[in-house]
């Protein structure tokens, strides 16, 4: 399966990147007088990406399992090597699943594919981080139902 993309340099050190679906993010590392950075640089995104796609597995195994997931927030915290090229040498990926009466080992298990089988972005990752994963279960409220 073939992906496209485009990044076009805007100013400084500040790029737009658009995706062969017609997506687009403004990313690099410019920064205003005070210091905030006007966008995320690459590496930030790609670090998003892989939550959002270790994040998209967890959703799908559990939602196919028949679990009331409700809600996945992942939270990812990196290391990049002290020397160019500076790429990620770890990553611990948290993860708050909540919903009604998750089966713990469901949720585990989800977890444990998206790292072993269906997530790319964690795969090619892994090639230079040492991932680890953790994981929290949110128990939500069921919806009152008005009568």
């Given at each position: 399966?073939?992906?496209?993309?485009?990044?076009?340099?805007?100013?400084?050190?500040?790029?737009?990147?658009?995706?062969?679906?017609?997506?687009?993010?403004?990313?690099?590392?410019?920064?205003?007088?005070?210091?905030?950075?006007?966008?995320?640089?690459?590496?930030?995104?790609?670090?998003?990406?892989?939550?959002?796609?270790?994040?998209?597995?967890?959703?799908?195994?559990?939602?196919?399992?028949?679990?009331?997931?409700?809600?996945?927030?992942?939270?990812?915290?990196?290391?990049?090597?002290?020397?160019?090229?500076?790429?990620?040498?770890?990553i611990h990926i948290h993860f708050t699943v909540s919903g009604r009466s998750l089966d713990r080992s469901k949720v585990?298990?989800?977890?444990?594919?998206?790292?072993?089988?269906?997530?790319?972005?964690?795969?090619?990752?892994?090639?230079?981080?040492?991932?680890?994963?953790?994981?929290?279960?949110?128990?939500?409220?069921?919806?009152?139902?008005?009568?």
């Open positions: 399966m073939a992906m496209k993309a485009r990044v076009r340099w805007i100013e400084k050190r500040l790029f737009m990147g658009e995706s062969g679906t017609g997506h687009t993010v403004v990313l690099g590392t410019t920064a205003t007088a005070d210091g905030h950075r006007l966008a995320p640089s690459a590496l930030e995104l790609m670090l998003i990406g892989a939550g959002g796609c270790t994040a998209w597995d967890v959703v799908d195994i559990l939602e196919k399992g028949r679990q009331a997931v409700e809600d996945c927030v992942v939270d990812l915290d990196a290391e990049r090597a002290e020397t160019e090229p500076k790429v990620f040498t770890r585990e298990r989800a977890i444990q594919l998206s790292a072993d089988k269906y997530c790319s972005a964690t795969a090619m990752l892994a090639k230079t981080a040492a991932i680890t994963h953790d994981f929290e279960i949110v128990e939500t409220e069921p919806v009152a139902v008005a009568s």
